[in-house]
């Protein structure tokens, strides 16, 4: 079984940064993508940054254009999202999602739904306060 597991997640001031990190572990897992959503609730889980995981594309939500950057360490099985210049409507709880080799390439030239990835982690609540 495949398990993900986000962390970093806390409390920051507007204007500050945060670094949010997925590990996953588990079950031999061949990734093509990992992603980054944020959901509140009662709303549809909104995309934010996604990577092919040998690195050699990644995709912005404009909501997070130019305020984030999203790496990965394939030897540490990690993904990391550092966030700046954070703001009260970035408040939200983030998931890390991974999408399996099985399902084919990830199109970088548009953003992907939360159904291009087919495992997820629990969350971590990023709390921006104004």
């Known amino acids: 079984q495949v398990q993900l597991v986000e962390s970093g997640g806390g409390l920051v001031r507007a204007g500050g940064s945060l670094r949010i990190s997925c590990t996953f572990s588990g079950r031999s897992v061949t990734t093509e993508a990992m992603g980054w959503f944020r959901q509140v609730p009662g709303k549809e889980r909104e995309f934010v940054a996604a990577i092919n995981w040998r690195g050699i594309g990644t995709i912005y939500a404009g909501s997070m254009k130019g305020r984030s950057t999203i790496s990965r360490d394939s030897a540490k099985n990690t993904m990391y999202l550092q966030m700046n210049a954070l703001k009260a409507e970035d408040t939200d709880v983030y998931f890390c999602?991974?999408?399996?080799?099985?399902?084919?390439?990830?199109?970088?030239?548009?953003?992907?739904?939360?159904?291009?990835?087919?495992?997820w982690g629990q969350g971590t609540q990023v709390t921006v306060s104004s």
């Open positions: 999602a991974a999408r399996h080799s099985r399902d084919g390439p990830l199109n970088f030239r548009v953003e992907p739904g939360a159904a291009d990835f087919g495992f």
